[in-house]
């Protein structure tokens, strides 16, 4: 029961329902604004990309939300942070990438600051003196994704996108090549250098090249490639021979290849193969060397004007090369002797067994060799050209040649050498000299006046007796001896002593002995001057 209000008790309150709250006007306007800017957020996240950050040695000309990331001229991104490694060794750049870019985050991925560079002989990046410097991308295609980067100080030479094959060269030194110089397929710019390296031995260096398609089909196991930089002058046994593939290999430097015409391997060699860098084209076209066989030869002569690396010649083909020269003293003759050691290679020619040449034993060589010096092969020195005069050591047969053995145990193989051209002449000269030295021309004359005068008195007497012949029956016989008495006459004024023959006689011998001696004098300076013929004589300093 509800008890009655009271003082005790009061009245029971009354509820009443309060009416619903509705908002104000002016609440709209921020509303709006709120859900505006919520919808910009989320559009920006989700257009946004992936955040990466690429190292680079320094930040010049990077700065925070200006510099833009661009590919083929196409913002992709913004830098939106630089921080220092922990090594303060590089410069940590923080690149926002925007969605569609998201690809470029992939592992290989190459980045590098645009700005104007001067480099292989090209000028690239002008276009930054007004707008200022940008990061340039190449994208990669690994399907690996990547945030951190290491960026390159310098463009790539070919982009990722273009379609080729990339090849390893192994050199002996880089000459005047540098990263973007070209390479070349018959005087065609195929390719560039794209980075070399110096092998950890220090003894070469290695070399990467793209060569762009179709030409990289060119390049088959068999490929030769060489140093075409600059202009290839050189004058030695061969002459003066000058090369060069093309005027701007002359100025950045180049490398070419070719595939020889006989080579029998067509197949297209794969990407990363590594073949040797050759000097110049000819070493490059060389037959490959193959086994050293070594030689030594040693001359009883002059070898002024060998030197280290002249050609080993058998009848016009290069057999190897000079390593060595030096001077050993022979006691059998107790005079000393230049001594020549050799690299031939015995591959670039057919073995006479008719055997491959590389199937053959190290024995069955020497065996091959001791025929040969059986049956006449010598060594000689003999000028290269007349132009430069240099000798070149020459390997033929001399079937006259004294008997020489070969002693097989040696090591190295000592093969026979003959006398040079030039020594034999002169040695035929001197040999001519001493016998007309030894000529009595002077006892010869006397001789002669004796028995002119003894057939004069003999003449004399027939001529007494015949006085007393009958004329009439002897006219003609007395007119003979007339004749044969003025004829002795004459001859025995010829003969004498002081007549004008008897000193023309001995001026004619005088100039013959003179003329012997300035031959012999012309051979010694041919044989150390053959360029002589040319040049002419060298002037002697006083």
Do not use: C
């Not at 060595?324 to 067994?353: E, M, N, Q, W």
């Not at 059986?374 to 050209?385: E, I, K, S």
């Not at 001529?463 to 007393?468: E, G, S, T």
Request: proline share 8%.
């Amino acid at each position: 029961m509800t008890k009655p209000p009271s003082p005790l008790y009061p009245a029971e309150p009354v509820i009443k329902k309060v009416r619903k709250w509705l908002p104000s006007m002016v609440w709209i306007v921020p509303l709006l604004a709120a859900l505006i800017g919520i919808s910009l957020v989320v559009q920006s996240l989700r257009e946004r990309g992936p955040t990466i950050i690429v190292s680079f040695p320094t930040a010049e000309g990077i700065e925070v939300g200006k510099t833009k990331v661009k590919f083929k001229d196409v913002d992709i991104g913004e830098v939106t942070a630089l921080h220092l490694a922990d090594d303060h060794s590089r410069v940590l750049v923080t690149i926002d990438l925007l969605k569609e870019a998201q690809k470029f985050a992939a592992a290989d991925t190459r980045f590098w600051v645009a700005k104007p560079r001067l480099a292989g002989g090209s000028i690239s990046g002008l276009e930054t003196l007004l707008s200022g410097v940008y990061i340039a991308v190449d994208s990669g295609s690994s399907t690996e994704s990547s945030t951190r980067f290491v960026g390159l100080e310098s463009p790539p030479v070919v982009a990722s996108d273009v379609p080729g094959r990339r090849f390893k060269l192994l050199a002996r030194d880089i000459g005047s090549l540098d990263i973007g110089s070209p390479v070349y397929f018959r005087r065609i710019p195929v390719g560039h250098v794209e980075s070399f390296a110096l092998d950890p031995d220090g003894r070469s260096l290695s070399l990467g090249v793209f060569i762009k398609s179709p030409y990289d089909h060119f390049v088959t196991a068999d490929s030769r490639f060489w140093h075409a930089s600059g202009i290839d002058l050189r004058l030695d046994a061969g002459g003066l021979k000058l090369d060069t593939q093309s005027l701007a290999s002359i100025v950045l430097g180049g490398v070419a290849f070719e595939t020889p015409v006989d080579s029998a391997n067509a197949i297209p060699s794969p990407d990363g193969t590594l073949f040797p860098l050759a000097g110049d084209h000819s070493e490059a076209l060389k037959t490959p060397d193959g086994n050293i066989l070594t030689v030594m030869l040693r001359f009883h002569q002059s070898i002024r004007g060998l030197a280290v690396g002249a050609p080993v010649d058998f009848r016009g083909v290069e057999l190897g090369q000079v390593r060595s020269i030096g001077l050993t003293y022979d006691k059998s003759k107790g005079d000393y002797s230049p001594v020549v050691i050799l690299d031939v290679f015995p591959d670039r020619l057919t073995a006479p067994t008719g055997h491959p040449p590389n199937s053959e034993s190290p024995s069955q060589r020497v065996h091959v060799v001791e025929e040969l010096v059986q049956r006449g092969l010598r060594a000689q020195l003999r000028p290269g050209n007349l132009l430069t005069g240099q000798p070149l050591v020459a390997l033929d047969f001399f079937p006259n040649a004294p008997a020489s053995r070969l002693d097989t145990s040696a090591s190295p193989l000592e093969l026979p050498t003959v006398p040079s051209d030039l020594q034999e002449l002169y040695q035929q000269v001197q040999a001519i000299l001493l016998k007309l030295e030894k000529v009595p021309f002077d006892t010869l004359a006397q001789d002669a006046h004796r028995v002119m005068t003894d057939l004069d008195g003999s003449l004399k007497q027939l001529d007494l007796a015949l006085r007393n012949t009958n004329s009439d029956i002897l006219p003609e016989v007395k007119d003979s001896l007339e004749q044969i008495r003025t004829t002795v006459q004459d001859l025995h004024s010829t003969l004498s002593s002081d007549s004008p023959l008897q000193q023309d006689t001995r001026q004619a011998l005088q100039s013959m002995a003179e003329a012997a001696r300035s031959l012999k004098t012309l051979s010694d300076n041919l044989e150390r001057q053959p360029e002589s013929l040319i040049r002419g004589k060298k002037e002697q300093n006083p």
